[in-house]
C-alpha cells in the first residue's frame, strides 16, 4: 500500500489540542479528567464530559451567542440521528423556499450539518468572528449542550427546542463505530468493553446519558411549547405522525393540501437514509470541521446493538437506564 492509502486524515479541527488559551488551559487543569473515546482526554465541565478544544468553544458559545425569538434549536447526545433530524427539519421549514422534488434541493447538494450549524462545534470554534448574515429566519442551529450548560438567553427567550433522544444501546453502538471510524491511528481502535464501561459510569461525549436526556425531558413536560422530545424510534416507527407532530410544534403544520398532495411523503423519502446515504455529497463530501460526510450515515437502523452486545452488557446497561430514569415515565429502551 501506498503512504497516502494508509495515513489517516486529520483529526476534526474540535480534536485538535493547539490553540488551546492560557485561560482555557488553566480552567482544564482543575476540572475531573478521563481517558476520551476521541481525545486522548476528556473533561468533566459543568456536570458534562468535553474534549478541550470544545471546552473552549462552549464557553465562547455561552458569552456570545445572542438567540433570537424565532430561532429553532436541535438538541441531541451524538450519534442520536442528529444527522437525519436535522434534513426534516430543513426540509420542513424551508419547504415552501425549496420544493422538495427538484434535484437542486440544497439537501442534494449539502450536508445536514452544512445547513443546520452546531453553535459549539462550528460557529464557536477557533474564535472566529461569528456572521449569522447567511441565516434567513428562523435560524436552524443545533447543539449537543446540556439543558443547564445552554446560553442563558436560549432559556429566557421564546427559542425552541427540538430534542432527539435514541435508545442508549444503539446510541453505544454508533457512537463506538463513529469514534473508531474517525480515530487517528487505525490501528489503535477503542475496545468495545473500555468504551462501554465508560458509557456506564457516564463518561461519553456531553454525557451522562442519562442526564443530558432527563433534563431535556423534564423541560418537555414541564414547558411543551418550548421542548419538544422526540425518539428516533417513533420517528421509525411512525414517521409521519412524528414530522406532522414536529411541524405543529414549529407552528408550521400541514396545510389540508399539503398533505392531500403527498408533501409530508416526499419530506420523508427525501431525508430516508437510503437517499441521503446514497449523495454524491454524501459519499464523498467533507465537512468543514474535517469529517468525512460518510461517518454520518452507517447503517441507520433500530436494534444493531443486537449484534454487539453481550447478555452482561445488556443486563449491566438496562440496570443502569432503568435505575437513573425510573418513575418519570420515560421509556428508552427499545428492542
Ligand atoms: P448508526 O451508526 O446506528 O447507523 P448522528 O447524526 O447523531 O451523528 O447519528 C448518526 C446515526 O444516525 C448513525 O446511526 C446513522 O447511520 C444514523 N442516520 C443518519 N442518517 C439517517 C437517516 N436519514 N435515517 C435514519 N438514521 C440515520
Redesign the pocket.
Known sequence: MTTSQTSPPPPPKYLQEDGLSEECKKLISTLPKERGWLASHIYNYQGFWTSPKLLQNVIACQQLFQAQESDIILV?I???????LK?LLFALVSRIKYPFSKQNHRLFIKNPHDLVPFLEIKLYADGQVLDFSSFTSPRLLSTHLPYASLPKCIHNSRTKLVYLCRNPR?TF??MW??TNSIRLDYTDTNSIGEMFDLFCKGVSAYGPFWSHVLDYWKESIEKPNKVLFLM?EEI?EQPKIQLKRLAEFLECPFSIEEENCGVVDEILNM???EN??NLEVNKNGKLSTGEENKA??????VG?WKNYFTIEMSEKLNHVIEEKVQGYGLRLLYN
Open positions: 441531541t451524538p450519534k442520536s440521528g442528529t444527522t437525519w434534513s444503539d453502538i454508533s463505530h463513529f428516533y421509525k431525508c430516508s437514509f441521503l446515504s454520518y450515515f452507517r447503517r441507520g437502523e444493531d
